[in-house]
């Protein structure tokens, strides 16, 4: 990215500032970490930033669009057809893999389309941790940014409060999941709990009467009154965890975001997005092209890269049953650059998630700010990184 940055931060990077950032990382959170961490931020230039956001808001446009909505409703199982769905999610992610463009500058390509959340808290957390340990280092700025649109912390912090609070009392939001203590994501669930108040829930501990939710604390009775959603589906449908509700039916909750818009905001989207950063998607069902070696085999609901197959043959899609191909895609294959190297001269690959808020009351969707995947390996990733240096959890800074 930026070279100058770059240059210096190499030059002057240690096993110990690394250690360091790691250590004050999790003792702000007072949990470990359960994933990789990586040992540099990425520096965002200018230019790489305007391009990017364009890209993202031009996308999160389309898929914005009232008829096209319409037309994918096809897409949610009656399971999680709940009622009282909201005209946008308040929350949604766009992936892009950072590609070099034909005049070789950075450029970005879509690879998965999420309407759901992501880790807001931890990468604030993980930024302003690396924007203070940066400031000690000897020729890098004194100060950074991370968040599009020229938002400030205070006021971003501000949005994704309203987001995930409208003007309900902490206690009667709930972060749901399933056994959230488990979950690789846990750090996200304690900087939530931390800077705005919403609790992680496991679904199984979740009381009803009639149509309301109950959760129970410290022998106290407390209404649930908007859930902040992070149940994985596919995860859900083969857990065995008992529950006393299901996701369609008609409850006194509001939901961040509604279940509906985990299939509709999704990798699905990419077979109608009409944008030069999407690359060609079709559904498996809709036929198999003579050359597979240009294509990626995916399941269209999965997350952390579950079930990708970056070198599908045709026995491959022929092992898919016929009645589950349109749960399939074949994506044309994104050749990921090199974004920087590390210090040991290793070429390092990068992606790049632009983060969405909607709060409570606007018509659109807010570019608020990035998460970063860097990997060494033939996927994303940090299941598919684990024994790679200068890879894992980054973040997106720029000078402020």
Known sequence: MDPVLREQFNATWTEDLYRKVREDLERRLACRVPFRVAETPIFFPADFRERFSRAATEIV???????????????????????????????????FAIVREEDGSFGPRLVELQGFPSLYGFQILLSEVWAEHLSAVKGMPDKWRMFFGGFERVRAMALIRETLLAEHDPAEVILLDLDPDTQKTYPDFRATQRWWGVEPVCLSSIQREGRRLIRVKDGKRIPVKRVFQRVVFDELEKSKLPRTFAFHEDLEVEWVPHPAWYFLWSKRSMLSLDHWAVPKTRLVGAGVPEDLSRYVLKPLYSFAGGGVNVEPTA????????????????????????????????????????????????????????LLRLSRGKMMGVNFNKDLDWTGASVGLWPA
């Open 315 to 370: 026995a491959d899609v022929e092992a898919i049953p016929a009645a589950e191909r349109d749960r399939w895609i074949l994506q044309e294959k994104v050749e990921y650059a090199t974004a920087f190297r590390s210090v040991k001269g290793d070429d390092v690959k990068a992606e790049v998630r632009m983060m969405f808020v909607r709060p409570e009351g606007e018509d659109s969707m807010t570019l608020l700010m990035s």
């Open 61 to 95: 446009a389309q898929l914005s669009n009232p008829r096209w909505i319409a037309a994918q409703e096809d897409a949610v199982p009656l399971a999680y057809r709940a009622p009282r769905r909201d005209a946008l999610p308040q929350v949604a992610q766009v992936d």
